[in-house]
């Protein structure tokens, strides 16, 4: 890079970004994040900086910028293309060492005594093997999932930067084709010094910690010399060629069948087709089919009774989804899990096609949970609309100052509860009811509870609701123009996404039963005597009287000041923040011109 950009100085994109808000730093095209060459003081832990640049002025170091700047930028491209589907090849079954756990070819095995990360190597090394390597999401599926982890917070992996900083390496030597790095991981803080990895029992996840501290480990190896004969294991509770997880046993239809079909199928066993029910669930079901060559599986997910709104075929209430890119996107079918690259994420697909297809049912011993009690729901407070599971309430510039997004956002979870989100055809006529009582016949626009901050991913609910509804004109409309982040809203017509720094009236979602905490108070701005708004150690004047930026600049003399120079975001958004709030002018001259050299001064 260094070489391809040489005499250029400015900042240009690269594709590193935190963008998913569940997940840390990744590259844009996949590739696993294992090197890093920071600029001090970066990456920023504001958490609308999200993607980085090259700064070719300070030796092609990174530093991250909020993504909505305009910068010129560095593609890459391969020679070939990667096949979407693993090879057929799967490993058959081997032999392990007692208490070991095998999986696509190897042993693994969780050690519950904490060790520091050396010392933790070294033991796993008088086994014949190594700290865990991962190299797929497959795998790591499955040591997330395979393990009873007890109270530990996390648990050593091999991953590690001890032979070269910021380079992380596996301790076994293969190659680093993977990682899945929490939320602002890898971190790299206490002075640099945090050179080991380990995996969060909570989600799977990577965090680089102190090698020095005491964690659990996984240990892995090959597998015994075969034997004669190799037994494949029953697991306890499930019928021959069921797999055991938790309270269900799963089975893996091989016999490709429509939707329809393969319910009917599961049926016959006793069982359904597959229901998820939160991440850990999914990434075991991962595990299970991510390296089959076949390209999709059937789960139980469609919109069959009802157009746009996905409901599970055995009734259960629709907990958690994991739509691929631009899914359901108005879609009407069945959904079906995917493999290869795109492993375990969810595909809208015609419901005639043939698929393999996951069954799944409680296992033997196990005692279903009786269904909820049937006690009546709390009811709404008189001012708020009820909806199947919540209350919701429209806030109107009538009565208060319009928000941007993200304030609107604080401001219902302020009062316990998050911007609207909307789980069915149902809810969305109720909530279209109250827009058409509220608007009295006016083009408004509300604020609800979706973020798009990367357009190449689904938008998802900020309550954390799955996503099982979209409005039918919601593609039709969506705004992609110049803005990124996307942030969500209604409009007399549907749902439509935009910039989210723009001001506009806002609806909040309560769940029944919710307790409504006091409306923040607005924000307390101090001033001097003579009416110049205060700001650390600076003040500032706000003229409310139009001129051009030659008589502003005398003015600003006249006052001895001058016209404001902004030194950092906290100034930027303070002065924003407060135009907002007073509702006054859309623009403002400042003290940054362009000079006759091009450059900005």
Same mark, same amino acid.
């Given at each position: 890079?260094?070489?391809? +950009?040489?005499?250029?100085?400015? +900042?240009?994109?690269?594709? &590193? ?47 991250? %910028? ?78 997330? +999932? ?8 996390? !648990?050593?992996?091999? &991953? ?19 990682t899945t790095w929490q939320r602002g991981e890898p971190s790299h803080q206490t002075n640099d010094q945090e050179d080991c990895v380990a995996l969060s029992t909570k989600d799977g996840q990577w965090a680089d910690q102190m090698c020095e501290k005491t964690f659990p480990y996984i240990c892995k190896r090959k597998p015994l010399p075969k034997g004669p004969e190799q037994v494949i294991p029953v697991d306890p509770g499930c019928d021959e060629g069921w797999r055991r997880h938790g309270y269900y046993c799963y089975f893996i239809g091989e016999s490709p069948r429509s939707f329809s ?70 879609? %009407? #079918? ?31 011993? !196990? ?109 039709? +409309? ?34 029944? #039963?919710?307790? &409504? ?75 940054? %011109? &362009? ?7």
């Amino acid at each position: 890079i260094s070489g391809l +950009t040489h005499g250029h100085t400015t +900042t240009l994109w690269i594709g &590193l970004n935190n963008l998913d808000v569940d997940a840390g730093w990744r590259w844009d095209g996949g590739d696993p994040f294992r090197y890093l060459n920071w600029l001090p003081g970066n990456p920023s832990e504001d958490p609308d900086v999200n993607c980085v640049g090259v700064n070719l002025e300070r030796n092609t170091k990174w530093e991250s %910028r909020m993504c909505k700047q305009r910068l010129g930028y560095i593609c890459k491209k391969g020679n070939k293309t990667s096949p979407d589907v693993p090879s057929s090849e799967t490993p058959g079954p081997i032999s392990c060492p007692s208490s070991w756990t095998p999986y696509n070819g190897y042993c693994y095995y969780l050690v519950k005594d904490t060790k520091m990360w050396k010392d933790a190597k070294l033991s796993c090394r008088k086994e014949e093997g190594d700290l865990v390597s991962v190299h797929n999401i497959e795998e790591a599926s499955a040591i997330s +999932t395979q393990f009873e982890f007890g109270d530990a917070e996390y !648990v050593w992996l091999g &991953l590690n930067d001890l032979k070269t900083q910021m380079l992380y390496e596996w301790s076994d030597g293969s190659p680093v084709t993977y990682t899945t790095w929490q939320r602002g991981e890898p971190s790299h803080q206490t002075n640099d010094q945090e050179d080991c990895v380990a995996l969060s029992t909570k989600d799977g996840q990577w965090a680089d910690q102190m090698c020095e501290k005491t964690f659990p480990y996984i240990c892995k190896r090959k597998p015994l010399p075969k034997g004669p004969e190799q037994v494949i294991p029953v697991d306890p509770g499930c019928d021959e060629g069921w797999r055991r997880h938790g309270y269900y046993c799963y089975f893996i239809g091989e016999s490709p069948r429509s939707f329809s079909e393969a319910n009917s199928t599961c049926g016959h066993h006793g069982a359904s087709l597959l229901t998820v029910q939160d991440s850990i669930e999914q990434a075991y079901v991962i595990s299970l089919i991510g390296f089959r060559p076949d390209k999709y599986f059937w789960t139980g997910l469609s919109d069959t009774e009802e157009r746009n709104t996905f409901t599970w075929t055995n009734k259960e209430r629709v907990l958690y989804t994991n739509w691929n890119v631009d899914m359901p996107d108005g879609r %009407r #079918g069945c959904v079906a899990m995917r493999t290869g690259r795109k492993a375990g994420l969810w595909d809208v697909i015609n419901c005639d096609e043939k698929a393999k297809f996951l069954c799944k049912k409680f296992a033997q011993g !196990v005692t279903p949970p009786p269904p909820p009690a049937t006690t009546p729901e709390p009811a709404c407070l008189s001012n708020w609309t009820s909806l199947d599971h919540g209350c919701v309430k429209y806030y109107s510039e009538e009565n208060y100052a319009k928000k941007t997004w993200t304030e609107a956002r604080d401001f219902c979870q302020a009062i316990g509860g998050d911007l609207l989100s909307i789980s069915s055809y149902k809810d969305d006529e109720v909530v279209s009811a109250m827009l058409e009582a509220e608007f009295h016949q006016e083009y408004k626009m509300a604020w609800i509870g979706f973020r798009i901050k990367h357009l190449e991913e689904h938008f998802t609910w900020t309550d954390g609701s799955p996503l099982t509804y979209e409005n039918k004109m919601f593609h039709d +409309t969506y705004d992609y123009i110049d803005h990124e982040p996307l942030c969500g809203f209604l409009y007399p017509y549907g749902w439509n996404a935009g910039d989210c720094d723009k001001v506009r009236e806002w609806i909040c979602k309560l769940k029944k #039963g919710t307790v &409504l905490k006091d409306e923040p108070k607005t924000p307390d701005y101090e001033f001097t005597s003579y009416g110049w708004l205060i700001y650390n150690d600076s003040h500032y004047y706000i003229s409310q009287d139009e001129m051009p930026m030659e008589k502003a600049l005398e003015y600003c003399k006249h006052n001895f000041s001058h016209l404001v120079t902004i030194n950092s975001e906290s100034e930027m958004t303070f002065l924003w923040q407060y135009i907002l709030y007073k509702r006054a002018r859309s623009s403002y001259y400042i003290g940054l %011109r &362009l000079g006759l050299d091009r450059e900005f001064k």
